[in-house]
Nanobody, 126 residues
Framework: QVQLVESGGGLVQAGGSLRLSCAAS????????MGWFRQAPGKEREFVAA????????DYADSVKGRFTISRDNAKNTVYLQMNSLKPEDTGVYYC???????????????????WGQGTQVTVSS
């Protein structure tokens, strides 16, 4: 079992930055691919970014490429999402996920047998 606790959300003006953190409990964190997803009001949850178990590879949704950076610190059982040049359309609840699996279907990652955090709200004002 893995428990995930997100933090770092808040209200920011367009063009600003935020860094989200996701602290994980459990011994298996270092073996899991980790990721971030988000859900805007009235929309489905969507993939944002993923990172492999050792941080050797990352993947991003096209909408955030070049603006967001995912990283992890396995010694601290923590994964981060640095968000720069934020836009109003980045507004939503951001969820951390553990034990992502690669899939052939878009967006290429599944959390079907993984774990979710409770989410943290990010609001970008125009």
């Amino acid at each position: 079992q893995v428990q995930l606790v997100e933090s770092g959300g808040g209200l920011v003006q367009a063009g600003g930055s935020l860094r989200l953190s996701c602290a994980a409990s459990g011994r298996n964190f270092v073996y899991y691919a980790m990721g971030w997803f988000r859900q805007a009001p009235g929309k489905e949850r969507e993939f944002v970014a993923a990172i492999t178990y050792n941080g050797g590879s990352t993947d991003y949704a096209d909408s955030v490429k070049g603006r967001f950076t995912i990283s992890r610190d396995n010694a601290k059982n923590t994964v981060y999402l640095q968000m720069n040049s934020l836009k109003p359309e980045d507004t939503g609840v951001y969820y951390c996920a553990a034990n992502l699996q690669r899939t052939p279907n878009h967006p290429g990652w599944s959390v079907a047998t993984g774990y979710w955090g409770q989410g943290t709200q990010v609001t970008v004002s125009s």
